[in-house]
């Protein structure tokens, strides 16, 4: 599966257009991680914690839509757009959200 941000690939050219296809993923941050976070933010520096959920629910959320596309029959997703939410009355609910176009490119 080929997955692009662009709306077309390469020395690929697009057959059919299979639809709109979306994956998404919504995941929470545990109090272990919001506390890390909180040290980091008061000493300063990068919170690993955070970023590695944020690295997972983006690859999630990816991998959701890879899967959906293939199910539509598409061998590719372009136009690939990846958004990020803060959800939940902490704030501690994250939503990650991939979209694209799902193609059959030849």
Request: hydrophobic letters at 40%.
């Amino acid at each position: 599966m080929i997955i692009s941000t662009t709306p077309s690939l390469e020395g690929k050219k697009i057959t059919e257009y299979k639809g709109i296809v979306f994956g998404e993923v919504i995941s929470g941050v545990d109090f272990i991680k919001d506390f890390a976070a909180g040290l980091t933010n008061f000493f300063g520096g990068r919170s690993g914690s955070y970023e590695g959920e944020l690295i997972e629910a983006r690859e999630n959320a990816i991998e959701e839509m890879k899967k959906r596309a293939s199910s539509m029959g598409a061998n590719a997703v372009v136009g690939v757009d990846i958004d990020y939410e803060v959800l939940g009355q902490a704030n501690n609910m994250l939503m990650v959200t991939a979209s694209g176009t799902a193609v059959v490119v030849g």
